[in-house]
């Protein structure tokens, strides 16, 4: 368990939810504010932005290499697709303060060193790596190097590289980790998750474990809670229709809301293991069932099987009193209906 800003992270506290804005601004800086604003009415905890350039991220290349040929962006170039999706870096202090002054969380997905520093002189509370990023170990050594909290996502790699990931981290400064669960589809199809793989990221690395959702709706981040996630993260859009990169994939405010509500319901649903009377219980307690006389008997007959009956409501002795009843003798005459008691017989 660690704190990003005072706020505390782990399976022991209600899940911590990050609003991916990720391209959804779609190039309007009052977009980028307005989904600021619309992650804090939403109950999210932080709101993530990307840091880079096209020339920090690819190459300026026609070749084949740099061509996308199927998905969302089929027909782009990795240039084109980053030129249009990316935040402009002269952006990012306006959305800093912007947030500070809603009162949300903020930081960054950086992609090389230089986006590192120019995070660094904003003070952001921490860093996540993005899933295609995982593999670039001088990356991670050097936001581990900054100490700050770091919440890695997995998407696309297997077992040894989430350890060789881990290990860089750890061993470069980081002493604050958490793992996000990803699939790296865009949209991802829920079945491809295998949600139990949180339960063994959390016991193969002991660190707080969580969800980066890319499916198109809450069914899978709610049900990863019962597993263990302790962070959930989901893109947020203004308009799932706005045609820009993410959008097509990422939730709109009103879902996004539900979003925060439901897993903090199954968080606070999940407890602890408790086998007592709940307080909402209380009043239902008189309609389990009990004993009661469903004869008349007079003071002197003895109980016969007919005599009685388990019913509801509660009010007689408990029904695995049954047998050890019949062939009692009464010390008192009973009608149809009386709750049986103790009283009734002699000791």
Known sequence: MFSIKGK??????PPYVIAEISANHNGDIKNAMKLIEFAADAGADAVKIQTYRPDTITLKSNRPDFQINSGIWKGYTLWDLYEWAHTPWEWHETLFNCAHEIGITIFSSPFDATAVDMLEELDTPAYKVASFEVVDLPLIRYIASTGKPMIMSTGMANFSEIREAVYEAQVNGCTDLALLHCVSGYPAPPEEYNLRTIMDLSSQFSVPVGLSDHTLCNTTAITSIGLGASIIEKHLTLDR??????????????????LCTKVKIAWSALGNINYEEKSS???????????YFVKELKAGDLVTKDAIRSVRPGFGMSPKMFDTLIGKKLLKDVTYGTAVDESHFQK
Do not use: A, W
């Open 8 to 13: 505390r992270i782990g399976i022991r506290t």
């Open 241 to 258: 229709y706005g045609g820009g990169p993410d959008d097509s994939f990422s939730l709109e405010p009103h879902d996004f809301k539900d």
């Open 281 to 291: 219980e209380n009043e239902n307690l008189k309609f389990r069932r009990s004993l």
